[in-house]
């Protein structure tokens, strides 16, 4: 009673042409075996590519927050503070990002500026600027 998953019901009720109970339900049987077969087959493709599809979002995501800052090279070296008027856009770090930077590679200090971006350019409102070393490097 070998069937193919193909075409499983005409082979069994080509072979036995006498259709009784018994029968009928072990072609039923295997037929819902087969077919739960090809949907946890199926259910394991999507979530693979569910997964993978997040993954490469993920990493969009970060990549977008680190370089796409307008008028700065790196964000995760500079904060920018937004000046009294409120003109300006707020680059802050954030936990996660904090984390992942270690401060022993970078022998440069953490600067903050207060500065106003205008069309890309950069344009430093007070001349002082606050230089803030990490934790690590005190």
Do not use: C, Y
């Not at 070998?2 to 037929?31: F, Q, W």
Request: proline share 4%; charged share 35%; aromatic share 4%.
């Amino acid at each position: 009673m070998k069937t193919d998953p193909k075409n499983g019901l005409n082979n069994e009720i080509n072979k036995n042409k006498k259709l009784t109970k018994n029968s009928v339900r072990k072609i039923l049987l295997k037929t819902l075996l087969i077919t739960i077969k090809k949907l946890k087959a199926v259910k394991k493709q999507n979530k693979k590519r569910h997964q993978l599809e997040a993954r490469n979002s993920k990493e969009e995501k970060k990549d977008i927050q680190l370089f796409e800052a307008p008028g700065f090279t790196l964000k995760s070296l500079f904060k920018v503070q937004v000046n009294s008027k409120g003109q300006g856009p707020k680059l802050k770090e954030t936990k996660h990002e904090k984390k992942k930077i270690d401060w022993k590679k970078f022998s440069v200090p953490q600067i903050a500026i207060n500065s106003e971006v205008k069309n890309g350019h950069e344009k430093v409102l007070k001349s002082r600027v606050n230089i803030r070393r990490p934790t690590i490097m005190r």
